[in-house]
């Protein structure tokens, strides 16, 4: 069924809007699976399924015995539990009886629904992570200098800090930035990620980890509309156009307690793939601090 209601329609652009903060983020750290396609198995709460992470080192010449142009590497399957956020509001009866405006809904319905889901994403990013094995191999002290913040571009050879982010939490942040300030140089991202060579440098706040290393395709989304199996006043699905994330929305009405409920649904993953303590295979470092 689609989505008719004024409100709803009215509302997809600023549902996406509050969701675009987890977006960025997604953008900067990993690839992503947001097709419209089944994921093959059956997603319910806490499903554990393989996403692919390419650790592939090197590319060659075609290869007709092993029909491949890759060598130095191979996939892993990182493992990723769904998990499946439901986000709305409901209308009461007195309120539906006075009539509601589509702006109302617009209002209730974008940020809770949407401001819900990117806190829910980017909370799963975080905890993903924080459950790196953290790093014996690539150590910065407790209070750097700006020479050993540029060292980590370089901590070891098989990554490429043009193609990777330094994700730090907000204290180590507010360090970098004073490190910046101390030597004159200007502190936006941008010129943080220039200075010290690498392609982003990202803050998430509330990360136990005082800095992560991410190394393109270490860190991989997924993202499902669950499949819609009651009968509902409307349903439908809305896509963003520029990363293809599809978020289900539906409205239901409860004649019992004479309530419309809308809500937008998505299943959410991330898998990420942790190099050793020793960051001497390819993965996530969670940086290690010097005693």
Known sequence: MALTNPGITMALHALFGNIKPALDLIKALGPTDFSAAEPGVEVKPNTTMKYPLSVVSAASAFDEDTN?????????????????????????????????????????????????IAMAAAGAIKTALD???????????????????????????????????????????????????????????????????????????????RAVIVPYSSVGFIARVPAIVAKYIAAGTATEPDSGLQIGIVVAEDQKTNKIVANADIWFGVAALSANAAATTKGVIKVGTQA
Do not use: C
């Open 68 to 116: 491949n142009y890759l060598t130095g590497g191979d996939t892993a399957w990182g493992s990723l539990t769904a998990t499946h956020y439901l986000q709305g509001f409901d209308l009461k009866g007195e309120n539906i009886d006075a009539g509601v405006s589509a702006a109302r809904i617009q209002q209730l319905f974008t940020a809770r629904a949407g401001t819900g």
């Open 131 to 209: 459950g790196a094995t953290e790093s014996t191999g690539v150590k910065i002290p407790a209070s750097p200098t700006l020479a050993q913040y540029d060292a980590l571009a370089s901590a070891k050879d098989w990554y490429d800090a043009s193609t990777s982010v330094l994700v730090l939490n907000g204290a180590e942040w507010a360090k970098l930035k004073g490190v910046f300030h101390t030597n004159h140089l200007s502190a936006t991202p941008q010129s943080m990620a220039e200075e010290l060579g690498f392609r982003k440098v990202v803050l998430v706040p509330g990360m136990t980890a």
